[in-house]
């Protein structure tokens, strides 16, 4: 299995610019998460699927962000319009149940400029 | 709400010379304790997982042990390719999601 698959690795853009971050799970894994991964304030959950149905968007910052599971293989996080402070890493993880340790993938490193 | 610590921030050993790092916890109703470790520019990855007071797990050089207010991640006789960032997480009974702690980098010098 190749494991979690994020694309692109990096992005860069500019302020106000649309940003489409994409994600395919481990092929069986029932649960999909997206986080955010900053210095200050670490790895924070933004949103998590189940059987491609949102379970919890809570940890969304703003109407800015969106996330869509319209299938069990692939996932997209899209930030509109784009500022500087969402810089960030951003990883995708998937597990199976929810139970176990997630499987992240490499993550995008997120630069708005 | 679940709150995870964990410290020090930083640790730079020798090459050889064991230590521990630290992962103090508040969550209601523990389901699970992980721990990852990352390595620069790549996603965490899973080492441990541990359900109970008591329970312990082994990798190589890492061993994990957990109580009910904190767990504990032994490296002994470390060498530099043990050198990451280490994080712990918790989740609470009936939820899915990981909240996790600020990590422990640490350095292995030769």
């Known amino acids: 299995d190749a494991g979690v698959i994020q694309s692109p690795r990096h992005e860069v853009t500019e302020m106000g610019q649309e940003v489409t971050l994409r994600c395919k799970p481990i092929s069986g894994h029932d649960y999909l998460f997206w986080y955010r991964q900053t210095m200050m304030r670490g790895l924070e959950l933004l949103i998590y699927?189940?059987?491609?149905?949102?379970?919890?968007d809570s940890g969304m910052p703003e109407d800015r962000f969106s996330a869509k599971m319209p299938n069990a293989s692939f996932s997209t996080l899209k930030i509109q319009p784009s500022e500087p402070r969402d810089s960030a890493v951003y990883f995708c993880a998937s597990s199976l149940e929810g139970r176990y340790g997630y499987t992240f993938g490499s993550g995008t490193r997120l630069t708005v400029v | 709400e679940d709150q995870v610590t964990q410290s020090p921030e930083a640790l730079r050993l020798q090459e050889g010379e064991s230590s521990s790092l630290n992962c103090s916890y508040t969550?209601?109703?523990?389901?699970?304790l992980f721990w990852y470790r990352q390595d620069p520019g790549k996603g965490p990855e899973f080492l441990f997982t541990l359900y109970s007071a008591g329970e312990e797990k082994e990798k190589e050089r890492l061993k994990a042990t957990l109580t009910k207010k904190e767990s504990f991640l032994h490296i002994t006789a470390p060498k530099p390719e043990d050198s990451a960032t280490y994080l712990c997480a918790v989740q609470r009974g009936g939820a899915q999601k990981l909240v996790f702690g600020q990590g422990t980098r640490l350095t292995i010098n030769p």
């Open positions: 969550v209601s109703g523990l389901r699970g």
């Open positions: 699927f189940n059987n491609n149905v949102p379970i919890d």
